[in-house]
C-alpha cells in the first residue's frame, strides 16, 4: 500500500520491497546500507577502492543522518544553507557529488521549516552528471513527514519513484501515518536496490523468514495500528486530515502575522507547521518567548538554523491531527500575551535593573535583567547548537 501511495512501479522485472521499522531513522539507517552495500559491490567489481563512501544532503538533516554517518562510516558532505533559504540547493549538491557518492538525500519536509526540497530539480541535473561522468549516483527521499502528507494534497508533485533516480523513501509512521509512536517504513523501488547479503534469512520460527532491520523481536501493534488506519480513513480520510491539518496551520499563520512581530519562515505547500523569527529581537529573543509560553502549557521549540544561517532563530509549531482550532487560536492569544509582558519590561529596566542570581560558585553576582536574558539565550543556543535537544 506504501509503495503504492509513492508510485512504485509494478512490474515483472520491477517490483518494490519494504520494511517496517521503528521510526524514520532506523530506515534511513538500512536505506543508507543498502546504498553503501552496493557502491561497494560496484567499485569492488571495477577494481576501484571502495573505503571512504560519502553522502551528499542539506545542512538542515536530521540528526538520524549525521547517527548513520557515524555508526557506519559515511562521510556526510553538507550543503550549506543561507539567509531566507533553508533548505538542499539541488545545483549546490549535485556540484558535490563525486565518484564516493553513495547517494544523495533530499527531504521532503524538513525538520526544521517543513518545506519540501525539488526532488524533481534534483533528478534532473544528477541525470545529467551521471550521464557525463559515466556514474549512476541514485536519491533517497528522507519523507518521514511529506511521505504521508504530498501524496494526498499535492498528488501532482513528483517527489517520489515517478523519477527514476529515487531508488528508496523512509517516512514515519508516527507521524502524519497517524500511529503512535514507534513504527517507520522504508520502500526500495525494486529489489535490485536492496543487495541480498543484507538479508538474513531464519526458519526456526517454523517457516523461511527474511529480515532486514537492525532489531529483531518487535511488537506487532503499531503494524497493526498503522494497517487499521489504512483501511480505516481510507485515501479520502489521510486526505480530509491533511487538508484540516493545514487549514489550520494557515490559521495560525494568520494569527501570527497578524502581530507584526514575525517573518514567517516556514512556506505554505509543505508541513503543516508554522515557523517564525522574530523581526526584532533586539529587546528580547524567540528564546525568551519560548520560556514565557511554558508558563501558558506550551512547549514551543526554539532554535537556530544549521549553517550557514546560525544567526537565524526559530519558533516553530508542528500541526497534528489533533491540534485543533480551539488550540491554534488560544496559542495565537497567548503569544499576544507574551509579547505584551516582555514589552511591557522597560527598556532602561531591562539595560539598568539588577537582580541577585547564582554564580557558578555556588555564590550570587548581581546581573542586569538584559545580561540575564543575553545568559538565557546564550544557554538556549548552546543547547541547541550541541544539537541536544529532539527536534522531531
Ligand atoms: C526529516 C526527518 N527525518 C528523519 C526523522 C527521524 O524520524 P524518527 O523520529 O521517526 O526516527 C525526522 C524526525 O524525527 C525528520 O523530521
Known amino acids: 500500500m506504501i509503495a503504492h501511495l509513492f508510485n512504485a512501479p509494478v512490474g515483472e522485472s520491477e517490483t518494490a520491497v519494504g520494511v517496517g521499522t521503528i521510526g524514520s531513522s532506523e530506515a534511513i539507517m538500512l536505506a543508507g546500507l543498502a546504498f553503501k552495500r552496493k557502491w561497494q559491490q560496484k567499485m569492488k567489481a571495477l577494481g576501484k577502492p571502495f573505503h571512504n563512501p560519502n553522502i551528499v544532503t542539506g545542512d538542515n538533516f536530521q540528526v538520524c543522518w549525521e547517527k548513520f554517518a557515524r555508526y557506519f562510516e559515511v562521510e556526510l558532505k553538507e550543503v550549506k544553507l543561507r539567509e531566507g533559504y533553508y533548505v538542499m540547493d539541488p545545483e549546490k549538491a549535485v556540484e558535490m557529488v563525486d565518484e564516493n557518492t553513495i547517494c544523495v538525500a533530499a527531504i521532503l519536509g524538513s525538520t526544521l521549516t517543513g518545506e519540501f526540497e525539488n526532488v524533481k530539480l534534483l533528478n534532473e541535473l544528477l541525470t545529467k552528471k551521471n550521464q557525463e561522468t559515466g556514474w549512476d549516483t541514485p536519491i533517497h527521499v528522507d519523507a518521514a513527514s511529506g511521505g504521508f502528507i504530498a501524496p494526498f494534497l499535492y498528488p501532482d508533485l513528483e517527489w517520489d519513484f515517478r523519477l527514476p533516480l529515487v531508488k528508496s523513501i523512509n517516512v514515519s509512521g508516527h507521524k502524519y501515518g497517524l500511529v503512535y509512536a514507534g513504527v517507520g517504513w522504508v520502500v526500495w523501488r525494486s529489489k535490485v536496490d536492496l543487495p541480498d547479503e543484507l538479508i538474513f534469512h531464519i526458519n526456526y520460527l517454523g517457516s523461511d523468514q527474511p529480515t532486514f532491520t537492525l532489531n529483531f523481536s518487535k511488537g506487532s501493534s503499531q503494524i497493526i495500528a498503522q494497517y487499521y488506519q489504512f483501511i480505516r480513513l481510507g485515501f479520502e480520510g489521510y486526505k480530509n486530515i491533511m487538508e484540516n491539518c493545514t487549514a489550520n496551520a494557515k490559521a495560525l499563520k494568520e494569527g501570527i502575522e497578524k502581530t507584526g512581530r514575525f517573518d514567517i519562515v516556514s512556506k505554505d505547500i509543505g508541513v503543516p507547521l508554522v515557523a517564525f523569527s522574530l523581526k526584532d529581537s533586539s529587546r528580547y ?63 532602561h529596566i531591562v539595560t539598568s535593573t539588577t537582580a541577585h542570581v547564582s554564580a557558578e560558585d555556588g555564590g550570587h553576582v548581581k546581573k542586569t535583567v538584559r545580561e540575564i536574558q543575553e545568559d538565557v539565550t546564550r544557554h538556549w543556543k548552546t543547547f541547541v547548537n550541541e544539537k541536544k535537544t529532539g527536534v522531531c
Not at 532554535?303 to 488560544?330: C, K, N, W
Open 285 to 347: 529573543t524567540v528564546f525568551n518567548i519560548a520560556d514565557s509560553l511554558r508558563k501558558f502549557g506550551w512547549i514551543v521549540p526554539a532554535y537556530t538554523m544549521p549553517a550557514d544561517a546560525q544567526h537565524i532563530a526559530v519558533l516553530r509549531v508542528v500541526i497534528r491531527e489533533d491540534f485543533s482550532r480551539g488550540l491554534a487560536e488560544r496559542l495565537i492569544s497567548d503569544i499576544g500575551t507574551v509579547l505584551k509582558e516582555l514589552d511591557a519590561i522597560p527598556a
